[in-house]
Nanobody, 125 residues
């Protein structure tokens, strides 16, 4: 059974930090590029960050660049998102998604093969 399980979310004050994890199982994790996607209340999905299967190439949307860092440990089948200097606008459910590496990292849900259920991040005073 294929699973992607996110963890590490929670309530944090503006300016604080969180580290999200996404644990994969039931598929060849090291053959898949991975993305972090978020959805705020009442809004659509927003692609936040991505990383290729080998971890050599990463991308970020402008609003999180220089604050968030995506990484992966293929030996542990785990994807990470280090989030620093958090803002209230970062409040959302954060999900990880997997796509075969040869397909690249499109910003479109239909291309991704596997999805996790998400972890809630709330940035508030």
């Amino acid at each position: 059974e294929v699973q992607l399980v996110e963890s590490g979310g929670g309530l944090v004050q503006p300016g604080g930090s969180l580290r999200l994890s996404c644990a994969g199982s039931g598929f060849t994790f090291s053959s898949y590029a991975m993305s972090w996607v978020r959805q705020a209340p009442g809004k659509g999905r927003e692609w936040v960050s991505g990383i290729t299967a080998g971890g050599w190439t990463t991308w970020y949307i402008d609003s999180v660049k220089d604050r968030f860092t995506i990484s992966r440990d293929n030996a542990k089948n785990t994807l990470y998102l280090q989030m620093n200097s958090l803002k209230p606008e970062d409040t959302a459910v954060y999900s990880c998604a997997a796509i075969p590496d040869e397909m690249g990292l499109p910003f479109a849900e239909r291309f991704y093969e596997y999805w996790g259920q998400g972890t809630q991040v709330t940035v508030s005073t």
